[in-house]
T-cell receptor, first 115, second 113 residues
Framework: NAGVTQTPKFQVLKTGQSMTLQCAQDMNHNSMYWYRQDPGMGLRLIYYSASEGTTDKGEVPNGYNVSRLNKREFSLRLESAAPSQTSVYFC??????????????FGNGTRLTVT | SQQGEEDPQALSIQEGENATMNCSYKTSINNLQWYRQNSGRGLVHLILIRSNEREKHSGRLRVTLDTSKKSSSLLITASRAADTASYFCATDYSGAGSYQLTFGKGTKLSVIP
């Protein structure tokens, strides 16, 4: 049982390049999230998907797009990378939308550097 | 944003001592959660306390919640070197069918053997 799997683990991009961060969970969870973590800033929510077929903006959505491909997979795309998007990106999931007492399950992150 | 703030930002103690971390938040919550992050890894859930609870225990962890002061504390008793990690509090925001957790900036705990 792998939990939440993120790929790649590391990535270096040049300014203006695009890429997609992949996330998959095998726990049959309905809701999935993308966070970014920056030194001194904690985790900030980029986008989330309450259930398959829905996506919503979080606190810092600018410069990102997401796709909930199916119940298992939630991808994050950077169309034109900028140095300000250098960060560690975490994907997370919970079992059911609105299940307020459920903890998040996190992947191990993707460390992205934009030069 | 409805962000929790941990205090202190960093804490260094000797093995065997107790470690206390605090979290303050801004608005009413349904629950408050504590997470741990080892270096280079994702966050791992430690404990959840509901807004109608005042104290909760799990092994060497003790969490308190004071909704009147909008604050929570995490106590780790008899600390071990393996407890070295960053600890984050997270508060929920529920509205219009969504469920979001907002995280604080974390407390970095170092336990010296």
């Amino acid at each position: 049982n792998a939990g939440v799997t993120q790929t790649p683990k590391f990535q270096v991009l040049k300014t203006g390049q695009s890429m997609t961060l992949q996330c998959a969970q095998d726990m049959n969870h309905n809701s999935m999230y993308w966070y970014r973590q920056d030194p001194g800033m904690g985790l900030r929510l980029i986008y989330y998907s309450a259930s398959e077929g829905t996506t919503d903006k979080g606190e810092v959505p600018n410069g990102y797009n997401v796709s909930r491909l199916n119940k298992r997979e939630f991808s994050l795309r950077l169309e034109s990378a900028a140095p300000s998007q250098t960060s560690v990106y975490f994907c997370a999931s919970i079992p059911r939308p609105g299940q307020v007492n459920s903890p998040l399950h996190f992947g191990n992150g993707t460390r992205l550097t934009v030069t | 944003s409805q962000q929790g703030e941990e205090d202190p930002q960093a804490l260094s103690i000797q093995e065997g001592e107790n470690a206390t971390m605090n979290c303050s938040y801004k608005t009413s919550i349904n629950n408050l959660q504590w997470y741990r992050q080892n270096s280079g890894r994702g966050l791992v859930h430690l404990i959840l306390i509901r807004s109608n609870e005042r104290e909760k225990h799990s092994g060497r962890l003790r969490v308190t919640l004071d909704t009147s002061k909008k604050s929570s504390s995490l106590l780790i008793t008899a600390s071990r070197a393996a407890d070295t990690a960053s600890y984050f509090c997270a508060t929920d925001y529920s509205g219009a069918g969504s469920y979001q957790l907002t995280f604080g900036k974390g407390t970095k705990l170092s336990v010296i053997p």
